[in-house]
């Protein structure tokens, strides 16, 4: 039997995640898990290119971990690990940064956003991001790696990067596919439907419908979502970007097209088909959230997965490190 393929993800505990998290990440990871072996991390070194608060840190790290647990999340079959657990992560990136050049991070749209938003804070690690994650990908020898549309760039960067280092060292890297799938490649936020729904920039109260959020406050968000005045269920982002948020955010939780969501709502109003919504997404929260509360009640469970996970990604990522070191030509220890 060939062995199975090898997807690595990653999400960083920069927040509380939110439902753009879930659809465009979370929920495709969960339905991977069957075909491929699964790498996935709790990207904490990369949430610290922008400055975070120690104690929110550590919170919101053992929180996305257990909600990555929640959804359904393997540790057994897979492994879901803390980025910062594993030296080889960093160890890895910086041969890989000796090998980047400046003009291709100069390049990388994602920086440029995030230098305009922390103007103040405009760090060397928010340069090199794309050098970290590449060598995330490259630590698991991944074949695949599932992002969304706002990573793709950083994919390519650390394709490029791979075939360098192997057209230097022999075959030593796997050259990642970017795998950008699901419904949701990006869900908008609800009262600002032209800016993708974050978890670190909420924007107003009601924009941005959090993984924890009880169902009366979600009920209440979608309730309030900005929509437009001709009142017809219809996919059409560019005039109605609100509303095709809306119809995407559905068929995301219902598996059901485009179509199908236009036809089920041709004779509703908005505040039918708001309520419709909000209720799919309730529903499909719901188990995750009662998961979710039984394991951050668990400490001595979530502490032995967390460690069991930390030593199973280090145990993995050794040999290649080495490969690696041993190319470069750093002498044996
Ligand atoms: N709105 C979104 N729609 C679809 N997918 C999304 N993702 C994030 N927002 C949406 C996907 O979630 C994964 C993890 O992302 P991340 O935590 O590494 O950083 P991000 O993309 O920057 O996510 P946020 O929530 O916007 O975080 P902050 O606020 O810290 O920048 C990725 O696969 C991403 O595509």
């Known amino acids: ?45 990369h949430s ?6 120690p104690e929110s840190l550590r919170q919101n790290s053992l929180s996305l971990f257990a909600l990555f647990l929640a959804a359904g999340l393997d540790h057994e ?16 990136t910086w041969a890989l940064s000796c090998l980047t050049y400046m003009g291709e991070l100069n390049r990388m749209t994602q920086f440029k956003d995030k230098s305009q938003k922390h103007s103040d804070n405009i760090n060397a690690g928010l340069y090199t991001y ?36 192997n057209n230097l060292y022999g075959d030593i890297l796997t050259v990642p596919e970017p795998f950008v799938s699901g419904a949701a490649a990006r869900v908008m936020g609800l009262s600002e439907p032209s800016r993708k729904m974050s978890k670190s920039e909420n924007g107003s109260e009601n924009n941005v419908v959090f993984l924890t959020d009880p169902p009366e406050i979600i009920a209440a968000k979608f309730k309030r979502a900005v929509t437009d005045s001709d009142n017809q269920v219809r996919f059409d982002p560019e ?11 559905y068929r995301a939780v219902t598996g059901k097209t485009v179509p199908e969501t236009e036809k089920e709502f041709e004779n509703s109003g908005y505040g039918a088909f708001k309520t419709a919504v909000a209720e799919s997404v309730i529903a499909e929260l719901s188990p995750l959230q009662d998961r979710y509360s039984r394991l951050m009640a668990d400490a001595p469970f979530l502490e032995a997965a967390v460690k069991r996970g930390a030593e199973r990604a280090a145990e993995e990522a050794a040999p290649l490190l080495k490969k690696v070191m ?3 030509g750093f002498a044996p220890r």
């Open 130 to 165: 794309p050098v970290l994650m590449a060598a995330d990908i490259l630590l698991f020898r991944a074949d695949l790696v599932p992002v969304g549309e706002d990573q793709t760039q950083h994919v390519e960067l650390c394709r490029d990067v791979a075939e360098r280092f």
């Open 77 to 92: 079959r897979g492994i879901v690990y803390f980025q910062s657990h594993v030296p080889a992560h960093t160890q890895l």
């Open 1 to 45: 039997m060939k062995p199975k393929k090898v997807i690595f993800s990653a999400m960083q505990p920069s927040g509380t995640p939110q439902l753009g998290n879930y659809l465009g990440a979370i929920k495709n990871w969960v339905g991977l898990q069957e075909d491929y072996s699964c790498r996935f991390c709790v990207a904490d070194l």
């Open 48 to 53: 610290v290119t922008v400055r975070q608060d």
């Open 239 to 249: 005039n109605k970007p609100g509303v095709s948020n809306l119809i995407n955010i």
């Open 326 to 328: 041993d190319a470069v």
